[in-house]
C-alpha cells in the first residue's frame, strides 16, 4: 500500500489561497511525525511544518510563518497544509514526509510521498 499521498496543488494567483492534503494509507498515522516540505527548481529542500504524534505542531520559515498553517484529521490519516497570501516565491513541488518516531525534534523522514505542484502566479 502506498504510504503517502499529496494533492491539492495547482495555479493561483498571487494573494489566493490553497489547501494541500497529505493522506498516508499505508501509515499508523497517529504514530508519525508528518511534515510538509517544498522544493523549487534550483533551490534546496525546505523543510515547512511539522505535528509531532501528540499533535504539537512547529512552523519553520519566518517565510511562512502567519500564512501557513497544519491540521491534522485522524479519522481520514490525513494532515493538511492551508496555505494563504501566496507569493510567486511560494512556486515549488510540496511533499509530505513521515518519521515512525513521532517526534518532528531531529527526526528521519523515511517515508516520502510524490509530491504536489504549486505554481503561483503574479
Known amino acids: 500500500q502506498v504510504p503517502i499521498v499529496e494533492s491539492g496543488g495547482g495555479f493561483v494567483q498571487a494573494g489566493g489561497s490553497l489547501r494541500l492534503s497529505c493522506t498516508t494509507p499505508?501509515?499508523?498515522?497517529?504514530?508519525?511525525?508528518v511534515a510538509w516540505f517544498r522544493q523549487a527548481p534550483g533551490k534546496e529542500r525546505e523543510e515547512l511544518l511539522c505535528?509531532?504524534?501528540?499533535?504539537?505542531?512547529?512552523v519553520y520559515p519566518d517565510t511562512v510563518k502567519g500564512r501557513f498553517t497544519v491540521s491534522r484529521d485522524d479519522a481520514k490519516k490525513t494532515l493538511y497544509l492551508q496555505m494563504s497570501s501566496l507569493k510567486p516565491e511560494d512556486t515549488a513541488m510540496y511533499y509530505c514526509?513521515?518519521?515512525?518516531?513521532?517526534?518532528?525534534?531531529?527526526?528521519?523522514?523515511?517515508?516520502w510521498g510524490l509530491g504536489t505542484q504549486v505554481t503561483v502566479s503574479s
Open positions: 499505508g501509515l499508523s498515522f497517529l504514530d508519525y511525525a
Open positions: 505535528i509531532g504524534s501528540s499533535g504539537s505542531s512547529t
Open positions: 514526509a513521515a518519521d515512525s518516531s513521532g517526534s518532528c525534534f531531529d527526526a528521519d523522514f523515511t517515508e
